[in-house]
């Protein structure tokens, strides 16, 4: 899988530095006007809940598992 990804990012920059790209306008910022007079953003008041975090030491059982593999009847 981490070849592939490797494979495919590799590619894609191959294809990228492969473009030729040729600016045929000029690019110009739209003029826009701002009236700054009057406005209020909004105010809240966010209480949050109170939280309490603690540890503790605990032991837990946990089952012990035994996996058989398969048999090899062929046997040399």
Avoid: H, W
Wanted: hydrophobic share 35%.
């Amino acid at each position: 899988m981490r070849f592939l990804t490797m494979t495919m990012i590799s590619v894609s920059a191959l294809a990228i530095t492969a473009c030729d790209v040729d600016q045929t306008k000029e690019g110009k910022l739209p003029e826009v006007e701002v009236d700054a007079k009057g406005g209020q953003l909004p105010q809240y008041d966010v209480d949050g809940p109170s939280v309490n975090v603690t540890t503790e030491k605990k032991t837990i059982d946990v089952p012990k598992v035994n996996i058989d593999g398969p048999k090899d009847d062929n046997k040399e």
